[in-house]
């Protein structure tokens, strides 16, 4: 698992957009937005889900859906709607569907090649 930090952007469903500092954790399956973003962008909860964190403990969270734009492109992507304290976080599912990679050595963000299969 390795982290770093990437400079992005999030737009919500009315089209507003906020500048975000995320961090990049390899290890984290969604990204999270914090309270204050989700909430300034305008976006709703679509699901609740559970989550076992790295000590072993679960917890809920509500789920949207956001635009996230990073210098290596866009997509739509599922968040996790923060709570009071929880940071801006980019997680797999995001970085999959970009088509990155963290590179831990180098701690920049990669081009994959998908496999179609």
């Keep these: 698992?390795?982290?770093t930090r990437i400079a992005g952007e999030v737009r919500g469903?009315?089209?507003?957009v906020k500048s975000v500092n995320?961090?990049?954790?390899s290890g984290a399956t969604y990204t999270v937005l914090?309270?204050?973003v989700w909430q300034q962008i305008g976006l709703t909860a679509r699901r609740r889900q559970r989550f076992v964190l790295a000590d072993g403990t679960f917890m809920e969270?509500?789920?949207?859906?956001?635009?996230?734009?990073?210098?290596?492109g866009e997509t739509a992507t599922p968040v996790i709607l923060g709570q009071p304290g929880d940071l801006p976080l980019l997680g797999a599912v995001t970085l999959e569907e970009l088509g990155l990679?963290?590179?831990?050595f180098r701690r920049t963000l990669e081009p994959i090649s998908?496999?179609?299969a």
């Design 22 to 25: 995320f961090l990049v954790d």
């Design 61 to 72: 969270r509500e789920i949207g859906q956001a635009e996230i734009s990073l210098p290596q």
């Design 1 to 3: 698992m390795g982290l």
């Design 34 to 36: 914090p309270e204050d």
């Design 101 to 104: 990679v963290l590179n831990p």
């Design 13 to 16: 469903p009315a089209g507003v």
């Design 114 to 116: 998908a496999m179609l």
